[in-house]
């Protein structure tokens, strides 16, 4: 199993990226995907999550509202569209995957233990 993030970078406040994570060598419908990420000095931290059908997301408090998960089963790809970038929400970020036969919002994983793939991650940093 391979999860490659991309499309991190340098961004100014205000400003958006979108960060993409394309998997290999798994059924990718039938995981629910998240993303994490680690600031220096802090623990990594649940951004988002989305089930295996695209139909339920959850994200936590910090960044609902400027973020969106989503993903394109076709091509394997999970989707992470940053909007309204503050410094804070500068961390390498790194997608996972964690197998989900349910697709309802009580079934989407938040917590860290419950992925069994992880990618490497990317850089995602917001100057002010």
């Known amino acids: 199993v391979q999860l490659v993030e991309s499309g991190g970078g340098l961004v100014q406040a205000g400003g958006s990226l979108r960060l993409s994570c394309a998997a290999s060598?798994?059924?990718?419908?039938?995981?629910?995907m998240g993303w994490f990420r680690q600031a220096p000095g802090k623990e990594r931290e649940f951004v988002a999550a989305?089930?295996?059908?695209?139909?339920?997301?959850v994200y936590a408090d910090s960044v609902k509202g400027r973020f969106t998960i989503s993903r394109d089963n076709a091509k394997n790809t999970v989707y992470l569209r940053m909007n309204s970038l503050k410094p804070e929400d500068t961390a390498v970020y790194s997608c996972?995957?964690?197998?989900?036969?349910?697709?309802?919002?009580?079934?989407?994983?938040?917590?860290?233990?419950?992925?069994?793939?992880w990618g490497q991650g990317t850089q995602v940093t917001v100057s002010s």
């Open positions: 060598g798994l059924t990718f419908g039938s995981y629910a």
């Open positions: 989305i089930s295996w059908s695209g139909s339920s997301t």
């Open positions: 996972a995957a964690d197998i989900v036969f349910g697709s309802s919002y009580s079934d989407l994983p938040r917590r860290l233990f419950d992925y069994d793939h």
